[in-house]
């Protein structure tokens, strides 16, 4: 029987941009945090501040 059906295509959900400012990631410099991928640290909080201030507005 072969098993190539068993393996899971790793490529398939890696980040390959950053969720804020779409620049490419590379697998040493991609930062996760709270599910969203982004290039650095700095572009997450942004992205943070930008939901928090979407949130605030529907509240
Ligand atoms: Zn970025």
Sequence with gaps: MP???KK???AAEKPTNCMKC???LS???WYYK???Y???KGCWQQAV???AAKKEKKA
Excluded: F, L, M, V
């Design 3 to 5: 098993e190539e059906t």
């Design 34 to 36: 709270n599910n969203g």
């Design 38 to 40: 982004y290039c650095s």
């Design 27 to 29: 697998r040493k410099t």
């Design 22 to 24: 779409n620049k490419r």
């Design 8 to 10: 899971t295509p790793e």
């Design 49 to 51: 501040k930008a939901q």
